[in-house]
């Protein structure tokens, strides 16, 4: 099946900074993006849908500003957590699909941010 | 609002038992629905997905069962083993649209 990788897979950062986390889908084209997020023992829960070549769709509720997602290539789209604090801790989840009539989306392993 | 309602929160099994796992869905627009497994620290991984078409797809040890009439679908892993422990996903998208809907989840234990 499709890779997709996420890097890095864990991060600690300290209050008020900026942390970016890297999506590759690595043996296919993701026209299509989405960046998740997953509290412990709970569902996952869309942040944004992005396409490649064109600005992010952020689901209601989810600050823009703060999550800045960036879709630069077929192959890579970047989450930038701003100025991050203690309750943006979490588990980031990325998943890529190619095209637009495919129903598979491949998710990345994910990346622990855990903000001190 | 849950677009998606899955049950049961947890499931233990004994090895060799056959957990069932179930979802209702509300919005008759979906028509793609996907069970994804997750093993703790890492994403999700797709098993199996049915369209509303059909009743059941089957795939090795993985079996969805599809019930168009009352709007719910659910997963029977046969032959249930301790690596099948851990967190299940049902998920569902629209014709028109890309983003998945996912259930909460089920914490699956097969013990040994």
């Known amino acids: 099946g499709a890779v997709v990788s996420q890097h890095p897979s864990r991060v600690i950062c300290k209050s008020g900074t900026s942390v970016k986390i890297e999506c590759r889908s690595l043996d296919f084209q993701a026209t299509t993006m989405f960046w998740y997020r997953q509290f412990p023992k709970q569902s996952l829960m869309l942040m944004a849908t992005?396409?490649?070549?064109?600005?992010?769709?952020?689901e209601q509720g989810v600050e823009k500003d703060k999550f800045l997602i960036n879709h630069a290539s077929l192959t890579l789209s970047t989450l930038t957590v701003t100025s991050a604090h203690p309750e943006d801790s979490s588990f980031y989840i990325c998943s890529a699909k190619y095209g637009p009539s495919t129903d598979t989306q491949y998710f990345g392993p994910g990346t622990r941010l855990t903000v001190l | 609002q849950q677009q998606v309602k899955q049950s049961p929160q947890s499931l233990i099994v004994q090895k060799g038992g056959i957990p069932i796992i179930n979802c209702a869905y509300e919005n008759t627009a979906f028509d793609y629905f996907p069970w994804y497994q997750q093993f703790p620290g890492k994403g999700p991984a797709l098993l199996i997905a049915i369209r509303p078409d059909v009743s059941e797809k089957k795939e090795g040890r993985f079996t969805i069962s599809f019930n168009k009439s009352a709007k719910q679908f659910s997963l029977h892993i046969m032959d249930s083993q301790p690596g099948d422990s851990a967190t299940y996903f049902c998920?569902?998208?629209?014709?028109?649209?890309?983003?998945?809907?996912f259930g909460e989840g089920t914490q699956l234990t097969v013990n040994p």
């Open positions: 998920a569902a998208r629209k014709t028109s649209g890309s983003r998945l809907t």
């Open positions: 992005s396409n490649e070549g064109s600005k992010a769709t952020y």
